[in-house]
């Protein structure tokens, strides 16, 4: 594996790479098969949020539990988780939940995570001490199958209006990040905020980047040939599109606020990639290897 400059992983998430861990399947660019894959993304476990109370958390967990056994069911690769893992500011017994909960998934699947707007409430120190001591890094960047996969801090642009020394500085690694994907079949971008629902010109709400970042990032996204945004944040699953650019929103595996418990499984094939949100009562058995027909 090509390793950058290398942070402990808090102990009962080991599995959970780096984020300058560039290559989770050792691949070489010229030699790689282009062999299908899928991978799960999950967004908005939010212990404690179901019933409001700091120590009420009994409901996610149960649908945490169901979801880390269809993940060690199916063994993909890797997942990704798109924020909001609990609910109240800074809450220890909150966050440790989702800790332990991660603790669960074979080592062999490797876990990465950007945070939502309850993990990093604000980009006061205190906050961003809170999340980077506990899970390391806020943003990631690897390669799978000549894929890339980028997953980025939305608390740095929403629900800011404007550019901010955070923003800037992550927006300058972004550009080289998508610089350096120029070659990979697929780029697939990671965040909690939503950019847009359905339509990049819809209205500014709650759950969506507002003007003039929305569209700054999506002709970025464009310009370098992003294939989808993934993300959560909305408790719902949408489907929108912006010229040849996906945008799914992962409805949550906690509370739903319309739809239902559900995560959101990727299959990538050699010349193609699907997603579909399935209900945690849904999820296949198993998934065929060669030919990711769901069993």
């Not at 030699?31 to 958390?57: H, L, V, W």
């Not at 299959?267 to 065929?288: G, H, M, Q, T």
Request: aromatic letters at 16%.
């Amino acid at each position: 594996m090509g390793v950058g400059a290398l942070l402990v992983a808090p102990p009962m998430i080991a599995n959970v790479l780096n984020a300058n861990e560039r290559n989770i399947d050792k691949y070489k660019a010229k030699k790689a098969c282009r062999k299908p894959f899928f991978f799960i993304q999950y967004s908005d476990p939010q212990f404690g949020f179901t019933n409001g109370e700091k120590y009420d958390t009994k409901p996610e967990e149960e649908l945490m539990e169901k979801s880390v056994e269809i993940i060690n069911r199916l063994s993909p690769p890797f997942v990704i988780g798109t924020g909001d893992f609990w609910h109240h500011k800074r809450y220890d017994p909150e966050m440790l939940l989702y800790k332990k909960y991660m603790s669960k998934i074979d080592s062999k699947t490797k876990i990465f995570n950007v945070p939502g707007n309850h993990d990093f409430p604000s980009l006061e120190d205190e906050d961003q001490n809170y999340y980077h001591t506990n899970f390391g890094p806020s943003r990631f960047s690897f390669r799978h199958e000549r894929c890339a996969f980028i997953g980025i801090n939305s608390q740095y642009y929403w629900p800011e209006r404007e550019e901010n020394e955070y923003e800037k500085e992550q927006y300058e690694w972004l550009i080289h990040e998508l610089e350096s994907a120029k070659k990979c079949r697929f780029i697939f971008v990671f965040a909690h905020i939503p950019f847009f629902l359905e339509k990049d010109d819809e209205p500014e709400d709650y759950f969506c980047v507002k003007q003039p970042l929305r569209n700054k990032y999506i002709e970025t996204f464009k310009h370098y040939g992003v294939n989808a945004i993934f993300c959560g944040h909305k408790h719902k699953s949408f489907v929108g599109k912006s010229g040849n650019l996906d945008m799914v929103t992962c409805g949550a595996i906690g509370l739903p606020l319309g739809g239902f418990h559900g995560m959101n499984l990727i299959r990538v094939f050699p010349d193609r990639y699907d997603f579909n949100y399935i209900s945690l009562d849904d999820f296949p058995k198993a998934i065929e290897k060669n030919t990711l027909k769901l069993l």
